[in-house]
């Protein structure tokens, strides 16, 4: 489609050029204002052009514009059908053309297929998940990680080479918290002994600190601090607990990465960039880029950012010479930089952190980083249960694991209701893949930047707007697809001629029309950032395909309206071409595509 939008930008502008008495070279100039939109009833046309803003230019109405726009075209182009319409020239494409130049590409570039190409020789590194080590992988994680798999997947479909990272936030009081939790209430024990997940043991001892800390808040804070300050000071004996309770943490993590598709080209720890950072901000000291305030530590003023701040500076190194989020993230990207030099980093970080990414990328641009007008924070909204707000330290979050295995038992639980476990090969695989496809396309379906709630029972619908629907579909389309190769009946068709021009049903119109589109939705997706529109688009091929075999009967047997050898193959086409987009755009929102369901 997008190809068909160019083909006709250029064409409208060079009448509109015409129209004013230009030459060819001014052209270009009116094609930068020609845009391209599809009507909102397919009777109206399969593009229009909007008229208004050329009505200055031209000294005319842009209804007038319309009509002269549109009898010039249709005396250029009599193969297609130009009608004015008001202040727009609306485009109906010629069908056989079309038909067949979608059908040759999708089955000449297979996968390939849609690729727009648009961000080839882009480096573009992406940061997401995040983690700290004392709590497992939680509803929050789960966003975040489709959002930074997603996008990594998306960005690297138009072209990009795209270099995943992940920080393991494995230092800090936070963690001291459940080292000291362990070390008071746990001594001795290990996840085994318990029976759980190795990271969920560590999250327990972090609830744990939460609770001992309401008896007296101030000790508990004080003891905390004093870990924190023997582990950068490099005790054996802390620094060996630390180690023993990241491995437990890391160990559950990673089992949670491989069931979700997730993955990482490299991955950080704070315990190891810290440093890096300490190094940075003491230089930009030296460089008087940043002060030392009364109480010794380290800050950077604020000011001259002239946004609404918390406070006119910002601590980078505390009065101990301990550091803070802000030491850690600067040496990271520096470290991040020389390890990969990028041409855009984008970090995937929640809503509440936007402060936090413009004092960084404000600090790294103090510190002379040319590369600093390239990062890019994707900020998005929090994500909840119906029953109100997670809480890590109070232990009301919903464990990524947990919330997975109740979607993979509701939808074995589907399954059996059916009696359709017989029939597939491995029922526990199918439902496993289900409740990734429910999980992913809900949590991706919504804008980045929007809150959102995650309702578990909704998201597991067969029906609707919901990855179950779209897997569905998959499922069904390859049953098709394989009656076809085996069935007896359908030889005459297997061996007829491929003819395009037979397709002109108005659904089998609207189901090119809408695999044609994803080629330029996978360009807005990545330009936008927003695995919503690859969603939206799936939603759209699913439900245009189902009218689509609702009202065009394909294979021989069916009941319905017999179809002739030489459609019925053009017809199979079309199914390959759908199912071939289906399984390409799944992927790209992490909903595995299923053979049988």
């Not at 464990?399 to 295995?405: A, E, I, K, P, T």
């Not at 929102?589 to 369901?597: A, G, K, R, S």
Request: overall charge negative.
């Amino acid at each position: 489609m997008e190809q068909a939008k160019e083909l006709w930008r250029g064409r409208v502008a060079s009448v509109l050029a015409e129209a004013a008495g230009e030459t060819d070279a001014g052209t270009e100039e009116w094609r930068n204002l020609v845009t391209a939109e599809l009507p909102p009833d397919p009777d109206m046309g399969d593009l229009g052009f909007p008229m208004f803003p050329f009505a200055k230019r031209l000294r005319r109405a842009p209804q007038q514009i319309a009509a002269d726009c549109a009898e010039r075209l249709s005396r250029s182009f009599p193969d297609a059908r130009i009608l004015a319409a008001g202040p727009y020239v609306n485009v109906f494409l010629p069908k056989a053309g079309f038909a067949a130049r979608i059908l040759a590409e999708a089955a000449a570039r297979g996968e390939d297929f849609g690729k727009p190409g648009n961000l080839a020789g882009r480096r573009i590194m992406v940061e997401f998940s995040s983690p700290n080590t004392n709590k497992p992988l939680h509803l929050g994680h789960l966003r975040n990680d489709a959002l930074g798999e997603s996008i990594s997947r998306i960005l690297q479909f138009c072209g990009a080479e795209v270099y995943k990272v992940n920080i393991i936030n494995d230092r800090g009081v936070h963690i001291c918290k459940s080292m000291l939790a362990y070390r008071k209430f746990f001594a001795g024990k290990t996840p085994a002994d318990y029976g759980v997940k190795p990271d969920r043991f560590v999250g327990d001892c972090y609830v744990k600190f939460n609770e001992y800390s309401k008896e007296d808040p101030e000790r508990a804070d004080r003891e905390a601090k004093e870990l924190l300050r023997l582990w950068e000071q490099g005790d054996e004996e802390t620094l060996a607990l630390w180690k023993t309770m990241n491995g437990w943490a890391l160990e559950g993590m990673m089992q949670t990465y491989r069931r979700t598709g997730v993955s990482f080209d490299k991955i950080y720890f704070e315990s190891q960039t810290y440093l890096k950072g300490k190094e940075e901000v003491l230089a930009g000291l030296e460089k008087g880029v940043f002060f030392r305030a009364e109480d010794g530590s380290v800050c950077v003023d604020l000011a001259p950012l002239g946004m609404d701040l918390k406070a006119d500076r910002k601590v980078l190194l505390r009065s101990d010479g301990t550091s803070v989020y802000m030491t850690q993230d600067i040496g990271t990207a520096v470290s991040r930089q020389d390890d990969w030099p990028f041409d855009t980093m984008i970090y995937v970080v929640g809503s509440e952190q936007q402060y936090h990414f413009k004092v960084l990328f404000y600090v790294l641009r103090l510190l002379g980083f040319p590369w600093a007008d390239r990062l890019y924070h994707l900020s998005y909204g929090m994500v909840n249960l119906p029953d109100g707000k997670m809480k890590s330290r109070e232990g009301t979050v919903v464990d990524g694991d947990d919330l997975l295995n109740r979607l993979r038992d509701g939808a074995l639980a589907e399954i059996r209701g059916k009696e359709r476990e017989s029939l597939l090969s491995d029922a526990d695989a199918t439902a496993e893949n289900i409740a990734l496809g429910a999980l992913h396309y809900f949590l991706l379906q919504v804008s980045p930047t929007k809150d959102m709630l995650f309702h578990p029972q909704e998201s597991l619908s067969f029906n609707g707007n919901t990855g179950p629907y779209l897997q569905y579909m998959g499922a069904r389309i390859s049953s098709i697809l394989k009656r076809f190769a085996e069935d007896g009946n359908a030889a005459p068709a297997r061996e007829a001629p491929l003819s395009p021009e037979l397709l002109v049903h108005p659904a089998e119109w609207a189901l090119l029309k809408t695999i044609a589109s994803f080629s330029g939705t996978a360009a807005r997706a990545a330009e936008n950032r927003d695995p919503s529109l690859i969603t939206g688009f799936l939603y759209t091929l699913a439900k245009d395909f189902s009218r689509f075999y609702h009202d065009c009967p394909v294979l021989p047997g069916e009941n319905r309206e017999s179809c002739p050898p030489a459609l019925s193959r053009t017809r199979l086409e079309l199914i390959r071409a759908a199912a071939n987009v289906l399984k390409t755009a799944s992927r790209l929102v992490l909903v595995p595509f299923l053979t049988e369901m």
